[in-house]
């Protein structure tokens, strides 16, 4: 069966939206990347907190590569106004015989709730389906993160199910991992885009 992949991992596709430019991580980002990436609170749900600045450089040099081998998408988020990056959104695990791929994203913590991780996730779903002719867009969150569960349901996702007490967490309890997946037909891309 033939893919249906237009995107080749040349150029970095920079993407635009109203308050947002997605573009590369580079290496001088590290300041601004660690104060997401070493926050306790941001990665709560997630991998363990970067210890420093070298640790957050080595991670981005590695989405550098992940990017030339043709196996990932990290965007920078980064604000329109004054080019700082508050936050990261990926695509990943990308089958190309399924058309599919996951979407990963990560925001700074004085940057909840304004509504920019909706933002940079909207232009990347966007970007996945019309660019590299994804038909199917998976996330995967702990089920009591709920500012993710909101956030994929507010563009549209659909949970699919639940891997019960799937991952043990800091609270030393275990949590529900909830499946979600949105399809290409389905997407209603918003206007801030
Ligand atoms: C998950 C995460 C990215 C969500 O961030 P967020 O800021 O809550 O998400 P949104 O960008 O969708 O913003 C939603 C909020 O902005 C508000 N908002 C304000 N202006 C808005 C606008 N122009 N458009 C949309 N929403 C807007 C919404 O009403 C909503 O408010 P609420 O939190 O009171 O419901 C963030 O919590 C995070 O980085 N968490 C840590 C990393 C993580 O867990 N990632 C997921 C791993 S699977």
Redesign the pocket.
Known sequence: MQDAVAFDFGPFPVLTTERLILRALTPADAGDVFV?WGDPE?????AEPSRDFEETRQFIREMHAAYQAGRSVMWAVAERCDGRVV?AVSLHDWSRRHQRAEV????ARS?????????AVAAVCAFGFDQMGLHRIE????AD?H??V??LE?LGFQREGTRREYSLEDDGLFHHSAMYGLLDYEYQRPE?L
């Open positions: 997401f941001v990665q709560r749900f997630n936050g990963g994203y990560t925001l940057w909840w709730g304004r509504g920019m991780a909706y933002e996330a995967e969150t702990i993160n500012r993710s909101r956030l507010r801030c």
